[in-house]
């Protein structure tokens, strides 16, 4: 299997997906559109869920003890926000959503137009990139054990497309960029790196992706509008973190 083959992949489903999900759209109701929403917002809480309590996982608790696993997440978000907000991530990330949609012209409401194609290209960007299947499955492709891992994340997110594209429009399949760009570059890594992330790391990572994925949870639900982008230094931090106190303790 050709290394980069997983991520091409998952470039089509949400290419495939966002194409059939702005088709149905003219043909949905209102409501039924933020039903939709509601019940996407809902499954990512879910989600977020299931991937939070990596933060139990064995591995995790015999490399830094039973109390810092809690404490290791916090610090990645209290660090991985600082950074990311400094960066301005979130502001560059809808700036991105906002060229894009100018070029592609797919909108041409006007300010409504392009505020629903930069919601769309940011929240499915960030729903396509932010987790473990993205990063694990991104590496395991580049050190060329396979792609079973971005098969199953490229079936989840051209579903996920559909239901999007059907509510957002265009901007989540502009979204197939920061997928390219994310997946490809982590294949790369994987490719150059060779494995490097232990049991513990992968376990940290996953739990403090749980938490950015709730953020998204929340944004879908209307409930808050967390700027998750400006989070995403967490999942970089988080593996660090665990392999420091790993090696004090």
């Not at 991937?51 to 990645?76: C, Q």
């Not at 891992?149 to 957002?168: C, E, H, N, R, W």
């Not at 992706?209 to 209307?222: D, F, Q, T």
């Amino acid at each position: 299997m050709i290394r980069g083959t997983g991520t091409v992949l998952n470039v089509a489903a949400v290419l495939v997906g966002s194409g059939l999900g702005v088709a149905l759209r003219g043909r949905l109701p209102e409501r039924t559109r933020t039903v939709v929403t509601d019940g996407l917002g809902l499954v990512t809480l879910l989600v977020a869920a299931l991937n939070a309590a990596a933060i139990t996982d064995p591995s995790l608790r015999r490399s830094v003890g039973s109390g810092a696993p809690v404490l290791i997440v916090l610090g990645s978000i209290i660090v991985g926000g600082v950074l990311g907000s400094l960066l301005r991530i979130e502001d560059r990330l809808e700036g991105i959503g906002g060229r894009l949609q100018r070029r592609l012209g797919r909108d041409r409401t006007g300010p409504e137009g392009r505020a629903r194609f930069v919601e769309g290209y940011v929240a499915a960007s960030l729903l396509f990139c932010v987790g473990p299947l993205t990063v694990l499955g991104a590496l395991s492709d580049g050190l060329g054990r396979g792609i079973d891992q971005l098969a199953l994340k490229s079936t989840l997110d051209g579903f996920a497309s559909i239901a999007f594209a059907a509510v957002l429009g265009w901007g989540v399949a502009a979204a197939a960029v920061t997928v390219a760009v994310v997946q490809g570059a982590l294949t790369v890594a994987g490719v150059l790196l060779g494995g490097v992330l232990s049991a513990a790391d992968v376990a940290a990572l996953t739990a403090t992706g749980g938490l950015l994925l709730a953020g998204i949870g929340l944004r879908l639900l209307a409930i808050r509008a967390v700027p998750v982008a400006d989070l995403l230094p967490a999942l970089a931090i988080a593996p660090a973190l665990t392999a420091l106190v790993h090696l004090v303790r």
